[in-house]
């Protein structure tokens, strides 16, 4: 099971750190990601990490301003968002992967959060 925190409202050019809880039977051996849904879109990839933490990759619209990582002992991966864009508005998933290897397609996913908003003022 895996649940998501730290959505909020802010202001463009602010900050905020999504957390995902998993529990540790699930966690310790998948890749993590990061999705969104934005209004009207369709859901986007957004951020994965591997299993160890040792590889990340990110969509273009948020790489330099996204970074995910995860803490195994813990159980949670993050995703700390900054210089936040009206358009990063939208409902933000975690998931775990089949695979161990960080990886973009939703489909590779087969776990997923409850989701957590992000809403971006102009």
């Known amino acids: 099971q895996l649940q998501a925190s730290g959505g909020g409202l802010v202001q463009a050019g602010g900050s905020l750190r999504l957390s995902c809880a998993a529990s540790?039977?699930?966690?310790?051996?998948?890749?993590m990601g990061w999705f969104r849904r934005a209004p009207g879109k369709e859901r986007e990839f957004v951020a994965a990490?591997?299993?160890?933490?040792?590889?990340?990759m990110y969509a273009d619209s948020v790489q330099g301003r996204f970074t995910i990582s995860r803490n195994n002992a813990k159980s949670t991966v993050s995703l700390q968002m900054n210089s936040l864009k009206p358009e990063d508005t939208a409902v933000y998933y975690c998931?775990?992967?089949?695979?161990?290897?960080?990886?973009?397609?939703?489909?590779?996913?087969?776990?997923w959060g409850q989701g957590t908003q992000v809403t971006v003022s102009s």
């Open positions: 998931a775990a992967s089949r695979h161990v290897y960080a990886n973009r397609p939703s489909a590779n996913y087969n776990h």
């Open positions: 990490i591997n299993w160890n933490g040792g590889n990340t």
């Open positions: 540790g039977r699930m966690f310790t051996n998948n890749a």
